[in-house]
Every structure is written in C-alpha cells, then in structure tokens.
C-alpha cells in the first residue's frame, strides 16, 4: 500500500501523518492514532457513530477520505475539553444517563456541538434534526435531547450573566 | 484493492481519466460507501481546486456549482424554496458532504435534488474531454451511465417564481430517511389558468422522471381540487419503481396520488 503524507489541525493541534492512499479519516484515527472516541459502526454513513467536525461541521469519518484532511481542521471527541474536564455537553449526558451502551454517544455529542455552535438557543424539533443522522440503540433519543436542551440552557447562562 | 487520489487541475483532463476506469470523487458518501464494501482498485479524482462549490444568482438564473453540498443550499438565503429540499437529504452529516454532482448519479431511491432540478428543468453544463456542453436535465438522466465517464461542472436553473414550486419527500422515519416517493412540481399561473406545469417524481424509476401525464391533465385548467384530483390519478402512469427496504412498488404507487394531493390541495 502505497503511503501519502497528510497535515492536518487536530483537536488544536498540528498533525502530520503517514495515510494509505484510499484509507479513512476514520481508519487514520482509531487505527493509526489511537483516538478510539471516534466509534466504527456501519461503514456505510447511516449510523453517525463515526461522525467528527471538519472545519466546522459534522462529517461522517468513515466517508471521508483522510488524504482529503490536507490543511482541514478536524475536532474529535477527545478535543471537545481538556483532560479531566468534561464539557457541558458531556456533563449533561451524564447527568441526564443519556448513554447506555455508550456507542452513539461521541458522534450525538459531536453532532449537537455542531447544532450548539450554530444555535446556541435551538427548538426541540431543530435537536431532533441536529441528530437525525445518528442512530441510538438503548436510548429511545429522549434523554439524548434533553440533555442536549440542558447543554444549550447551561452553556447560555454565562453569557446572559456578562450581558 | 488499491485506490489513488488526484486532485484535477482542469476539467478537461478528468475524462480522460475516467476513460481509463478512474472515477471523480465528490462528497464521497456513495462513492466511499462502496470502496467500504471492498471495491476493486480505482483512481479517484477529486474537483476540490476547480472552484465548483461555488453559488451564484444572477437576474432570476440560479447557478449551482456540481460542488455545492446540500448544506451550502440550505445556508443561502436566496434559495429558500430549496432549502426543504436540501434538509430532507441524510442527517447534517450527509449534507455538510453530499453535493449536487453526486446527487445526480445518485440510484434511486436516492435522488431527491434531482427529483427538484428536474422540475426546474436545470441545464447540466458538463465537460466531455474536449468541449463543454449543456443538456436539458432530462437528456442527462435518460443517459446518465454514458455521462459518468464525464465531468459535470454546474447546473443552471431559472428561479421559479413565489409560491410556484411545491416539494414533498414521504418517508417512514421522521426526519429523515431514504425516500419512498419524492414529489416536486413547479405550478404557475398565467391569468387564473395553470401554464407548463412540471412536475418530477423520485424513487418511483431508476432516477428521476416527469409525470408528462400529470402536467398535462393540469395545463390550460384553473388549479381547484376537481382538477388536482384528477391528474392525481394519472400521476404514477409513467412511473416504474423498485420493491426496496423502504417499500414495495405497489405501496409507492398506491400512495404517490394521495401526496400529490395533499401538496396541492388549498
Ligand atoms: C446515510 C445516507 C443517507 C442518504 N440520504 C439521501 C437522501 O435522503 N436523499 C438523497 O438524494 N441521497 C441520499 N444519500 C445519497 C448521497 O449522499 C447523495 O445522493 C449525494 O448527493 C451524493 O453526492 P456525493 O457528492 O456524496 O457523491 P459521490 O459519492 O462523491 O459520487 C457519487 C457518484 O457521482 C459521480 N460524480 C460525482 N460528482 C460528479 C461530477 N461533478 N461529474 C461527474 N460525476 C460525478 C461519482 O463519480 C460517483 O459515481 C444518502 C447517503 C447516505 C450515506
Ligand atoms: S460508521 Fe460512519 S456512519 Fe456508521
Ligand atoms: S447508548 Fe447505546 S447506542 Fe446509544
């Protein structure tokens, strides 16, 4: 298998890898890397466990090429806080027992950040469609986008407190 | 399996890459689905330096590069009529990659964007190795196998007027899901009487068709229920659809009337 060389922002850091042609962002980050927030389900995009941001939106990675990260910025779970610290986003699946079998929950979270990041106030129909491409298992979702709106309400309030 | 990547420096050299088996990566998600499944070896080119993603507007003329992403349709403001469209494909995901190119080689029951350009009756600009040539949309799907070996650059479409363009993609799971029909139709009125009504269906044929049957029944007519009614029944008459995992050609054609009159009965 013929190597290409690939420089990318990871979780805020810069990145320089060694990829297989043809291989995924996906295959880079658990198999290369070891970044094992980022989940292996279908391969075939329809379960959105594998999804990261690139360069600001969602992104499935077992669809993307990684050769194709060249000069992009990629977040994964693992950059979402620094160690030992939980986001807000995290914390309310937490607290909210949003995760079961924990298996959708990094690519539920990424893809609410990419909602939250947009829309810091959204409608309960607008987290529905935020995670309409990530399937759950366990959950039957309503945990999941309650804790989503607690997220959204916690992350606003020390804005409105500076205002 | 081996698989290559090129980024192309101009459209007129990517077919002749496809000539030799080499295939144009877009936003990947048919195309690495496949290589997923372990597809044999392939060169891939990407469009990435050719400046396709972009959108443009100009007196009335809506030019989509074949670049654009479904997300990119959602964000602009001066396509809002589109905007159902583009948010009824995958989940945010799929949109942030899916592109319009790609959508029109999608199989069916995919294909909705096309399913809405083909009632627009867009031009596809595509370029064959040696010159750039447009189609009528409806060229292009009744020929798309042949076209694959080349390489979409845009698609243009007169933007229809207020309140004329009407869409409606019936799934099983709510909100999204793989179509089992797609509905577009653009519908105007010239002095109180329906004048060149179009109107596509997806997932109900191979790729997108016109319901020619249908649009007739409503031309020249004022648009009330009787009418709506009856080119209701004549809207499957061309169709011919799959049994897939999403439904049974029976079930398509028995509820592709009944949509067709919720999306535009009053
Ligand atoms: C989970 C999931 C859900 C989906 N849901 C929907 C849906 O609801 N509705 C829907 O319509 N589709 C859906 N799709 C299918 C697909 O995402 C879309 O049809 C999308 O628009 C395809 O575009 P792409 O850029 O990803 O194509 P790619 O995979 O990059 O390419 C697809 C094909 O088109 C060819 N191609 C691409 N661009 C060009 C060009 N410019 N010139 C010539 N050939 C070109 C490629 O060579 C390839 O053969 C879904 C896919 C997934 C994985
Ligand atoms: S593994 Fe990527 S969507 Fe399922
Ligand atoms: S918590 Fe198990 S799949 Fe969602």
Redesign the interface.
């Given at each position: 298998?013929?190597k290409?060389p690939v420089e990318f922002t990871l979780n805020t850091r810069e990145q320089n890898e060694f990829v297989e042609?043809?291989s995924?962002l996906l295959s880079a980050l658990r198999d290369r890397l070891g970044l094992y927030g980022t989940k292996a389900g279908c391969?075939?995009?329809t379960c959105?466990a594998c999804?990261v941001i690139?360069d600001g939106?969602?992104?499935?990675s077992?669809?993307?090429?990684a050769?194709?990260c060249q000069g992009k910025d990629v977040t994964t779970l693992e950059g979402l806080a620094p160690a030992g610290a939980l986001h807000p986003l995290q914390q309310a699946f937490m607290d909210g027992f949003a995760a079961q079998c924990g298996f959708c929950t990094p690519g539920m979270i990424l893809?609410a950040k990419?909602?939250l990041d947009r829309n810091p106030d959204p409608t309960r129909?607008e987290v529905?469609?935020?995670?309409?491409?990530?399937i759950c298992r366990c959950t039957g979702y309503e945990p999941i986008i309650a804790a989503i709106l607690t997220a959204a309400q916690g992350m606003r309030k020390p804005a409105r407190k500076r205002a | 399996m081996s698989v290559t990547l090129s980024a192309a420096k101009q459209a007129r050299l990517v077919p002749a890459v496809q000539a030799k088996g080499g295939r144009i990566i877009a936003g990947g998600t048919l195309i690495v689905a496949d290589l997923n499944y372990g597809a044999d070896s392939v060169a891939l080119i990407t469009l990435d330096r050719l400046g396709f993603d972009k959108i443009a507007v100009k007196g009335g003329k809506v030019t989509l590069g074949a670049m654009v992403t479904m997300a990119a349709v959602a964000r602009d403001r001066r396509l809002k009529f589109l905007h159902p469209v583009a948010n009824s494909i995958g989940g945010p995901a799929v949109r942030a990659m899916a592109t319009i190119g790609g959508n029109l080689f999608a199989p069916a029951p995919y294909g909705d964007m096309t399913a809405a350009l083909l009632t627009l009756d867009a031009e596809i600009t595509l370029h064959d190795g040696k010159a750039t040539r447009k189609l009528p949309i409806e060229t292009f799907l009744a020929q798309r196998r042949k076209l694959q070996k080349h390489c979409v650059v845009s698609i243009s479409f007169a933007a229809p007027s207020a309140g004329t363009f009407h869409y409606v993609k019936v799934v099983r799971r709510k909100p999204v899901s793989a179509s089992v029909v797609t509905i577009a139709a653009v519908i105007p009125q010239k002095a109180g009487k329906i004048k060149d009504a179009r109107i596509a269906l997806g997932a109900m044929a191979a790729n997108a068709i016109r319901a020619r049957k249908a649009e007739a029944a409503l031309e020249g007519r004022k648009l009330g229920n009787d009418i709506i009614a009856t080119a209701a029944k004549l809207i499957a008459a061309e169709a011919s659809p799959a049994d897939d995992a999403y439904a049974t050609a029976w079930y398509r054609r028995e509820i592709a009337p009944v949509h067709f009159v919720r999306l535009l009965a009053a």
């Amino acid at each position: 298998m013929t190597k290409v060389p690939v420089e990318f922002t990871l979780n805020t850091r810069e990145q320089n890898e060694f990829v297989e042609t043809g291989s995924t962002l996906l295959s880079a980050l658990r198999d290369r890397l070891g970044l094992y927030g980022t989940k292996a389900g279908c391969h075939q995009g329809t379960c959105g466990a594998c999804t990261v941001i690139i360069d600001g939106e969602p992104h499935l990675s077992c669809l993307t090429l990684a050769e194709r990260c060249q000069g992009k910025d990629v977040t994964t779970l693992e950059g979402l806080a620094p160690a030992g610290a939980l986001h807000p986003l995290q914390q309310a699946f937490m607290d909210g027992f949003a995760a079961q079998c924990g298996f959708c929950t990094p690519g539920m979270i990424l893809a609410a950040k990419c909602l939250l990041d947009r829309n810091p106030d959204p409608t309960r129909d607008e987290v529905v469609d935020a995670i309409s491409g990530n399937i759950c298992r366990c959950t039957g979702y309503e945990p999941i986008i309650a804790a989503i709106l607690t997220a959204a309400q916690g992350m606003r309030k020390p804005a409105r407190k500076r205002a | 399996m081996s698989v290559t990547l090129s980024a192309a420096k101009q459209a007129r050299l990517v077919p002749a890459v496809q000539a030799k088996g080499g295939r144009i990566i877009a936003g990947g998600t048919l195309i690495v689905a496949d290589l997923n499944y372990g597809a044999d070896s392939v060169a891939l080119i990407t469009l990435d330096r050719l400046g396709f993603d972009k959108i443009a507007v100009k007196g009335g003329k809506v030019t989509l590069g074949a670049m654009v992403t479904m997300a990119a349709v959602a964000r602009d403001r001066r396509l809002k009529f589109l905007h159902p469209v583009a948010n009824s494909i995958g989940g945010p995901a799929v949109r942030a990659m899916a592109t319009i190119g790609g959508n029109l080689f999608a199989p069916a029951p995919y294909g909705d964007m096309t399913a809405a350009l083909l009632t627009l009756d867009a031009e596809i600009t595509l370029h064959d190795g040696k010159a750039t040539r447009k189609l009528p949309i409806e060229t292009f799907l009744a020929q798309r196998r042949k076209l694959q070996k080349h390489c979409v650059v845009s698609i243009s479409f007169a933007a229809p007027s207020a309140g004329t363009f009407h869409y409606v993609k019936v799934v099983r799971r709510k909100p999204v899901s793989a179509s089992v029909v797609t509905i577009a139709a653009v519908i105007p009125q010239k002095a109180g009487k329906i004048k060149d009504a179009r109107i596509a269906l997806g997932a109900m044929a191979a790729n997108a068709i016109r319901a020619r049957k249908a649009e007739a029944a409503l031309e020249g007519r004022k648009l009330g229920n009787d009418i709506i009614a009856t080119a209701a029944k004549l809207i499957a008459a061309e169709a011919s659809p799959a049994d897939d995992a999403y439904a049974t050609a029976w079930y398509r054609r028995e509820i592709a009337p009944v949509h067709f009159v919720r999306l535009l009965a009053a």
